[in-house]
């Protein structure tokens, strides 16, 4: 059975802080890895990730693949207080269909 | 725990025909559940929150008649796809919260629809 998890569970950090959060997943056929970020109702899309060890970065915001090691991280440097929110990470999966496998999510919180 | 599961996963239909697709939440009650429809950018778009027993509530832009909503249970929602059109062929995703104060959704893991 497909599974993906986050952790940790819950983070809470002062501004300024750097934070990572860490997704594992166990699939089989993966395609890509997603990492969105959701504070009200929508995720939004942050990264794909597809390749081992390559980097992406939007902003404060980055993200790394280890295939190898079957995970994924994002890192938050300098955070804001707008950077509090749920961070989910997805994988996605060719079996005999599309499948996304979302992990439970890591609630971040940045206090003033 | 907080299981949702989504069937069919794939299903592939003619144009005009109408295309049920189920949530569940397996192990929890959900008050509420949603549904979300993936672009190819691999953003995802809430087309509707549905609350147990009554009407869902549509975002902007998605036609309540074409997508229809039931929620007719604590642990199903049920998302009807009318009169399918190739346009409509898309990954729709459901996510449940269980409420008791948290915000947590848990999601499915989608259905992918094909429209001929």
């Known amino acids: 059975e497909d599974k993906v998890v986050q952790s940790p569970l819950s983070l809470v950090v002062h501004e300024g802080d750097t934070v990572t959060l860490n997704c594992s997943y166990e699939?089989?056929?993966?395609?890509?890895l997603l990492w969105y970020k959701q504070e009200k109702k929508a995720p939004t899309f942050l990264f794909m990730l597809t390749s081992s060890g390559i980097e992406k970065k939007s902003g404060r915001l980055s993200s790394i693949l280890d295939k190898k090691e079957l995970s994924s991280i994002l890192n938050i440097t300098a955070t804001q207080t707008g950077d509090s929110a749920i961070y989910l990470c997805a994988v996605e999966a060719l079996n005999s269909g599309y499948a996304l496998n979302f992990g439970k999510g890591t609630s971040l919180l940045v206090t003033p | 725990g907080a299981v949702v599961s989504q069937h069919p996963s794939r299903v592939i239909c003619k144009s005009g025909t109408s295309v049920k697709i189920e949530c569940r939440s397996l192990d929890f009650q959900a008050t509420t559940m949603f549904w979300y429809r993936q672009f190819p950018k691999k953003s995802l778009m809430l087309m509707a929150t549905?609350?147990?027993?009554?009407?869902?509530?549509?975002e902007q832009g998605v036609e309540k008649d074409k997508f229809l909503i039931n929620h007719a249970s604590l642990t199903l929602s049920t998302l009807t796809v009318t009169s399918a059109h190739p346009e409509d062929s898309s990954f729709y995703i459901c996510s449940a919260e269980a409420g008791l104060g948290t915000d947590t959704q848990y999601f499915g893991p989608g259905t992918r629809l094909t429209v001929l």
């Open positions: 549905s609350n147990e027993g009554s009407k869902a509530t549509y």
């Open positions: 699939v089989t056929n993966f395609r890509s």
